[in-house]
Protein backbone atom coordinates (compact mmCIF):
# COMPACT_ATOMS: atom_id res chain seq x y z
CA UNK A 1 0.00 0.00 0.00
CA UNK A 2 1.30 3.54 -0.97
CA UNK A 3 1.20 6.64 1.61
CA UNK A 4 0.25 9.87 -0.49
CA UNK A 5 -0.95 11.44 2.92
CA UNK A 6 -0.48 13.03 5.95
CA UNK A 7 -2.51 14.92 8.14
CA UNK A 8 -1.71 17.05 11.43
CA UNK A 9 -3.63 19.84 12.90
CA UNK A 10 -3.26 23.77 11.56
CA UNK A 11 0.17 25.49 12.07
CA UNK A 12 1.67 22.35 13.17
CA UNK A 13 3.86 22.82 16.32
CA UNK A 14 7.66 21.92 16.41
CA UNK A 15 6.33 18.34 18.21
CA UNK A 16 4.49 17.45 14.40
CA UNK A 17 6.82 19.20 12.10
CA UNK A 18 9.81 16.98 13.70
CA UNK A 19 7.26 13.75 13.62
CA UNK A 20 6.59 14.43 9.75
CA UNK A 21 10.73 14.71 9.40
CA UNK A 22 11.07 11.81 10.95
CA UNK A 23 9.06 9.74 8.57
CA UNK A 24 10.01 11.66 5.78
CA UNK A 25 13.67 10.72 6.73
CA UNK A 26 13.37 7.32 8.06
CA UNK A 27 9.60 5.53 7.42
CA UNK A 28 9.69 5.17 3.79
CA UNK A 29 10.52 1.18 3.75
CA UNK A 30 7.67 1.02 6.81
CA UNK A 31 5.31 3.82 4.79
CA UNK A 32 5.83 3.50 1.06
CA UNK A 33 5.51 6.37 -0.38
CA UNK A 34 5.49 8.98 2.70
CA UNK A 35 8.66 10.68 1.58
CA UNK A 36 6.46 12.64 -0.81
CA UNK A 37 3.21 12.20 0.57
CA UNK A 38 1.24 15.81 0.87
CA UNK A 39 0.22 17.01 3.93
CA UNK A 40 -3.62 18.58 5.18
CA UNK A 41 -4.46 20.22 7.94
CA UNK A 42 -7.43 19.71 10.05
CA UNK A 43 -8.61 22.25 12.39
CA UNK A 44 -10.09 19.48 14.88
CA UNK A 45 -8.11 17.90 17.72
CA UNK A 46 -8.93 14.57 19.02
CA UNK A 47 -11.41 12.78 17.29
CA UNK A 48 -11.64 12.99 12.81
CA UNK A 49 -14.02 15.14 11.02
CA UNK A 50 -16.32 12.15 9.88
CA UNK A 51 -16.09 10.37 13.01
CA UNK A 52 -13.90 7.21 11.26
CA UNK A 53 -11.14 5.88 13.75
CA UNK A 54 -7.44 6.76 12.37
CA UNK A 55 -6.80 2.89 11.73
CA UNK A 56 -9.54 3.48 8.94
CA UNK A 57 -7.92 6.32 7.53
CA UNK A 58 -4.46 4.41 7.22
CA UNK A 59 -5.93 1.99 5.34
CA UNK A 60 -6.54 4.35 2.88
CA UNK A 61 -2.87 5.28 2.69
CA UNK A 62 -3.18 8.21 5.28
CA UNK A 63 -1.02 8.84 8.60
CA UNK A 64 -2.61 11.42 11.25
CA UNK A 65 -0.40 13.28 13.32
CA UNK A 66 -0.67 14.77 16.02
CA UNK A 67 -4.66 14.61 15.76
CA UNK A 68 -7.62 11.96 15.39
CA UNK A 69 -6.60 10.05 18.51
CA UNK A 70 -4.57 8.02 16.43
CA UNK A 71 -1.46 5.91 17.51
CA UNK A 72 0.48 9.12 16.59
CA UNK A 73 -0.99 11.33 18.60
CA UNK A 74 -0.57 12.00 22.35
CA UNK A 75 -3.32 13.78 22.94
CA UNK A 76 -6.36 12.57 25.03
CA UNK A 77 -9.59 12.04 23.36
CA UNK A 78 -13.03 11.23 24.22
CA UNK A 79 -12.09 7.16 24.28
CA UNK A 80 -8.69 7.58 24.59
CA UNK A 81 -6.28 9.12 27.37
CA UNK A 82 -3.17 10.98 26.76
CA UNK A 83 -0.03 8.94 26.23
CA UNK A 84 2.20 9.60 29.20
CA UNK A 85 5.48 11.35 28.50
CA UNK A 86 4.72 10.87 24.74
CA UNK A 87 4.67 13.73 21.91
CA UNK A 88 4.35 12.58 18.53
CA UNK A 89 7.74 12.51 17.71
CA UNK A 90 9.04 10.59 20.17
CA UNK A 91 5.76 8.12 18.77
CA UNK A 92 7.04 8.44 15.39
CA UNK A 93 10.32 7.49 16.16
CA UNK A 94 9.64 4.58 18.31
CA UNK A 95 7.41 3.25 15.59
CA UNK A 96 10.01 3.81 13.23
CA UNK A 97 12.79 1.78 15.68
CA UNK A 98 15.08 4.61 15.64
CA UNK A 99 14.60 6.29 19.43
CA UNK A 100 18.17 4.44 20.58
CA UNK A 101 20.07 6.46 17.47
CA UNK A 102 22.01 9.00 19.81
CA UNK A 103 22.11 11.03 17.27
CA UNK A 104 18.46 11.57 17.54
CA UNK A 105 18.43 11.99 21.29
CA UNK A 106 19.20 15.76 21.74
CA UNK A 107 16.66 16.55 18.89
CA UNK A 108 13.95 14.28 20.61
CA UNK A 109 14.59 15.42 23.98
CA UNK A 110 14.34 18.78 23.27
CA UNK A 111 10.47 18.55 21.01
CA UNK A 112 9.49 16.76 24.18
CA UNK A 113 10.77 18.91 26.53
CA UNK A 114 8.87 21.87 24.04
CA UNK A 115 5.73 20.11 23.84
CA UNK A 116 5.06 18.77 27.36
CA UNK A 117 6.65 21.49 29.71
CA UNK A 118 6.80 24.69 26.79
CA UNK A 119 10.12 24.34 27.51
CA UNK A 120 12.09 26.89 25.47
CA UNK A 121 13.11 30.28 24.17
CA UNK A 122 12.26 32.90 21.99
CA UNK A 123 14.74 32.50 19.52
CA UNK A 124 14.20 28.36 19.33
CA UNK A 125 12.75 26.61 16.54
CA UNK A 126 9.31 26.58 17.99
CA UNK A 127 8.63 29.60 18.75
CA UNK A 128 10.18 31.45 15.49
CA UNK A 129 7.96 28.45 13.83
CA UNK A 130 4.97 29.93 15.58
CA UNK A 131 5.76 33.69 15.01
CA UNK A 132 6.31 32.84 11.40
CA UNK A 133 3.29 31.19 10.69
CA UNK A 134 1.69 34.95 10.14
CA UNK A 135 4.11 35.90 7.65
CA UNK A 136 4.84 32.14 5.34
CA UNK A 137 2.74 29.51 4.63
CA UNK A 138 2.34 26.07 6.53
CA UNK A 139 4.70 24.81 3.68
CA UNK A 140 7.17 27.65 4.02
CA UNK A 141 7.30 26.46 7.59
CA UNK A 142 7.63 23.20 7.49
CA UNK A 143 10.29 23.70 5.76
CA UNK A 144 12.33 25.95 7.14
CA UNK A 145 12.30 24.47 10.27
CA UNK A 146 13.14 20.62 8.54
CA UNK A 147 16.55 22.27 7.26
CA UNK A 148 16.87 23.33 11.00
CA UNK A 149 16.40 19.39 12.23
CA UNK A 150 18.30 18.17 9.46
CA UNK A 151 21.52 20.60 10.50
CA UNK A 152 21.38 19.75 13.97
CA UNK A 153 20.97 15.94 12.89
CA UNK A 154 23.96 16.01 10.39
CA UNK A 155 26.25 17.99 13.23
CA UNK A 156 24.66 15.56 16.12
CA UNK A 157 25.99 12.50 13.25
CA UNK A 158 29.09 13.55 13.05
CA UNK A 159 29.50 14.22 16.51
CA UNK A 160 28.77 10.21 17.08
CA UNK A 161 30.95 9.47 13.94
CA UNK A 162 33.71 11.19 13.00
CA UNK A 163 34.54 13.19 16.59
CA UNK A 164 33.73 9.91 18.35
CA UNK A 165 36.48 8.36 16.09
CA UNK A 166 38.97 11.29 16.23
CA UNK A 167 38.38 11.14 20.52
CA UNK A 168 39.38 7.36 20.26
CA UNK A 169 42.44 7.29 18.16
CA UNK A 170 44.12 11.10 18.70
CA UNK A 171 42.87 11.98 22.58
CA UNK A 172 45.14 11.13 25.76
CA UNK A 173 43.56 11.39 29.25
CA UNK A 174 44.94 12.32 32.21
CA UNK A 175 44.40 12.95 35.68
CA UNK A 176 44.37 15.93 37.64
CA UNK A 177 44.08 16.07 41.26
CA UNK A 178 41.73 18.16 43.15
CA UNK A 179 40.63 18.22 46.21
CA UNK A 180 37.11 16.32 46.03
CA UNK A 181 39.37 13.72 43.72
CA UNK A 182 40.81 13.18 40.39
CA UNK A 183 39.07 14.57 37.32
CA UNK A 184 40.22 14.07 33.69
CA UNK A 185 42.06 16.25 31.11
CA UNK A 186 41.99 15.80 27.74
CA UNK A 187 44.84 16.27 25.55
CA UNK A 188 43.46 16.06 21.96
CA UNK A 189 45.57 17.28 18.47
CA UNK A 190 43.09 17.04 16.04
CA UNK A 191 41.05 19.84 13.78
CA UNK A 192 37.91 18.21 14.33
CA UNK A 193 35.50 21.10 15.37
CA UNK A 194 33.65 18.57 17.74
CA UNK A 195 35.97 16.51 19.25
CA UNK A 196 36.50 18.29 22.84
CA UNK A 197 33.10 18.19 23.22
CA UNK A 198 32.56 14.46 22.75
CA UNK A 199 35.24 14.65 25.45
CA UNK A 200 33.50 15.76 27.81
CA UNK A 201 30.18 13.64 27.69
CA UNK A 202 30.25 10.21 29.09
CA UNK A 203 30.95 8.45 25.69
CA UNK A 204 34.26 10.47 25.60
CA UNK A 205 35.82 10.34 29.05
CA UNK A 206 33.91 12.84 30.78
CA UNK A 207 36.36 15.36 30.84
CA UNK A 208 36.66 18.22 33.45
CA UNK A 209 38.94 20.32 31.13
CA UNK A 210 40.15 19.96 27.10
CA UNK A 211 43.17 21.16 25.75
CA UNK A 212 42.84 20.85 21.88
CA UNK A 213 45.87 21.72 19.46
CA UNK A 214 45.23 21.98 16.09
CA UNK A 215 47.36 21.58 12.98
CA UNK A 216 48.02 25.13 12.63
CA UNK A 217 49.15 25.25 15.97
CA UNK A 218 46.28 27.28 17.63
CA UNK A 219 45.20 25.97 20.85
CA UNK A 220 41.44 25.77 22.97
CA UNK A 221 41.11 25.24 26.52
CA UNK A 222 38.01 24.88 27.97
CA UNK A 223 36.34 24.26 31.78
CA UNK A 224 33.41 21.74 31.75
CA UNK A 225 31.26 23.77 33.36
CA UNK A 226 29.73 20.36 35.38
CA UNK A 227 33.13 20.36 37.61
CA UNK A 228 32.77 24.05 38.18
CA UNK A 229 36.64 24.34 37.79
CA UNK A 230 38.01 27.93 37.08
CA UNK A 231 40.73 28.13 34.72
CA UNK A 232 42.07 31.91 36.37
CA UNK A 233 45.34 30.07 37.71
CA UNK A 234 45.65 28.77 34.42
CA UNK A 235 45.27 31.78 32.48
CA UNK A 236 48.02 33.51 34.11
CA UNK A 237 50.51 30.55 34.10
CA UNK A 238 49.86 30.45 30.09
CA UNK A 239 49.90 34.63 29.40
CA UNK A 240 53.08 34.48 31.24
CA UNK A 241 54.75 31.85 29.76
CA UNK A 242 53.64 32.94 26.15
CA UNK A 243 55.76 36.44 27.28
CA UNK A 244 58.54 34.16 28.36
CA UNK A 245 58.91 32.24 24.91
CA UNK A 246 58.49 35.56 23.38
CA UNK A 247 61.31 36.81 25.23
CA UNK A 248 59.87 39.91 27.10
CA UNK A 249 57.56 40.73 29.89
CA UNK A 250 55.34 43.25 29.23
CA UNK A 251 52.41 42.08 31.89
CA UNK A 252 53.42 40.84 35.24
CA UNK A 253 50.31 42.16 37.11
CA UNK A 254 48.53 38.95 38.31
CA UNK A 255 45.24 41.06 38.56
CA UNK A 256 45.94 41.62 34.84
CA UNK A 257 47.42 38.40 33.98
CA UNK A 258 43.79 37.00 34.40
CA UNK A 259 41.33 39.25 33.19
CA UNK A 260 38.89 38.65 30.78
CA UNK A 261 39.94 39.12 26.92
CA UNK A 262 43.21 39.64 26.25
CA UNK A 263 46.84 41.61 27.81
CA UNK A 264 49.77 43.17 26.21
CA UNK A 265 52.72 40.80 25.62
CA UNK A 266 49.92 37.71 25.04
CA UNK A 267 47.55 38.96 22.97
CA UNK A 268 47.07 35.92 21.23
CA UNK A 269 45.00 34.19 24.11
CA UNK A 270 41.74 35.63 24.99
CA UNK A 271 40.21 34.71 27.84
CA UNK A 272 36.38 34.14 28.34
CA UNK A 273 35.55 34.61 32.19
CA UNK A 274 31.79 33.23 31.22
CA UNK A 275 32.85 30.69 29.81
CA UNK A 276 35.81 29.45 31.40
CA UNK A 277 37.96 29.22 28.40
CA UNK A 278 40.97 30.61 27.38
CA UNK A 279 41.14 30.60 23.52
CA UNK A 280 43.88 31.03 21.07
CA UNK A 281 41.97 31.22 17.87
CA UNK A 282 38.46 29.59 17.46
CA UNK A 283 35.76 29.21 14.70
CA UNK A 284 35.27 32.89 14.33
CA UNK A 285 38.62 34.05 14.80
CA UNK A 286 40.95 32.54 12.48
CA UNK A 287 44.13 34.41 11.53
CA UNK A 288 45.60 34.57 15.38
CA UNK A 289 49.10 33.93 15.96
CA UNK A 290 49.35 30.28 17.29
CA UNK A 291 50.96 30.15 20.88
CA UNK A 292 54.61 29.55 21.09
CA UNK A 293 54.44 27.63 23.99
CA UNK A 294 55.06 23.49 23.36
CA UNK A 295 51.90 21.64 23.86
CA UNK A 296 53.49 19.35 26.70
CA UNK A 297 54.46 22.72 28.32
CA UNK A 298 50.50 23.75 28.02
CA UNK A 299 49.53 20.80 29.80
CA UNK A 300 52.12 20.92 32.49
CA UNK A 301 51.03 24.79 33.36
CA UNK A 302 47.33 23.26 33.09
CA UNK A 303 48.43 20.89 35.73
CA UNK A 304 50.23 23.39 37.69
CA UNK A 305 47.14 25.93 37.61
CA UNK A 306 44.70 23.50 38.95
CA UNK A 307 46.38 20.71 40.83
CA UNK A 308 45.85 23.71 44.20
CA UNK A 309 47.48 21.08 47.05
CA UNK A 310 50.83 20.79 44.98
CA UNK A 311 53.94 23.31 44.94
CA UNK A 312 57.38 24.03 43.13
CA UNK A 313 59.67 20.55 44.23
CA UNK A 314 62.09 22.82 45.77
CA UNK A 315 59.89 24.64 48.01
CA UNK A 316 57.16 22.24 48.61
CA UNK A 317 57.77 20.87 52.16
CA UNK A 318 57.98 24.51 53.71
CA UNK A 319 54.86 26.04 51.14
CA UNK A 320 52.37 23.47 52.41
CA UNK A 321 53.73 24.30 55.94
CA UNK A 322 52.47 27.30 55.18
CA UNK A 323 55.66 29.46 54.84
CA UNK A 324 57.05 31.03 51.26
CA UNK A 325 60.80 30.87 50.99
CA UNK A 326 60.80 32.22 47.55
CA UNK A 327 63.66 35.00 47.42
CA UNK A 328 65.13 37.00 44.45
CA UNK A 329 68.41 34.86 45.08
CA UNK A 330 66.48 31.62 44.80
CA UNK A 331 62.90 32.37 43.05
CA UNK A 332 60.61 29.61 42.92
CA UNK A 333 59.74 29.33 39.22
CA UNK A 334 56.04 29.39 39.93
CA UNK A 335 56.11 32.79 41.80
CA UNK A 336 55.54 34.99 38.55
CA UNK A 337 52.11 32.78 38.16
CA UNK A 338 50.95 34.62 41.08
CA UNK A 339 48.88 31.18 41.68
CA UNK A 340 46.06 31.46 44.47
CA UNK A 341 46.95 28.91 46.43
CA UNK A 342 50.88 30.56 46.69
CA UNK A 343 49.42 34.07 47.39
CA UNK A 344 47.10 32.97 50.32
CA UNK A 345 50.35 31.88 51.79
CA UNK A 346 52.11 35.11 51.42
CA UNK A 347 49.13 36.83 52.86
CA UNK A 348 48.82 34.72 55.69
CA UNK A 349 52.22 35.46 56.46
CA UNK A 350 51.81 39.45 56.24
CA UNK A 351 49.40 38.54 58.98
CA UNK A 352 51.61 36.69 61.26
CA UNK A 353 49.69 33.67 60.63
Known amino acids: MEFNRIV ?3 RPHLDEIAAIWLLRKFGEARYPGI ?8 SNGGTTPDGLPASAYEKEGTLLIGVGGGRFDEHPGVWVERKKSQCAATLVA ?5 IEDPALDMILDSVAQNDLKGHGNPLDLANLALVMYGQMSHEQVIAWVTEGLEARYAE ?14 KARVEDIVRPSGMVKLAVIESDDDQVAKFAKTKDGCNAAVTVQKRSSGNVQIMANKKFGIKLYDVVKAIRY ?7 KIVTSD ?6 EGKVAGAENWFFHEEGQMLLNGSLTVTDMLPTRIPLEKIVELIK ?16 LKGKCASSKGNPCLWY ?3 LHRCRTIRFQMGQGK
Open 336 to 338: AYG
Open 35 to 42: GTARIDYW
Open 94 to 98: RDLGV
Open 8 to 10: THT
Open 241 to 247: EEQVEAG
Open 304 to 319: IGLEIDSFEHRFAEKC
Open 156 to 169: RTKFFGQAAKEFAE
Open 254 to 259: WKALES
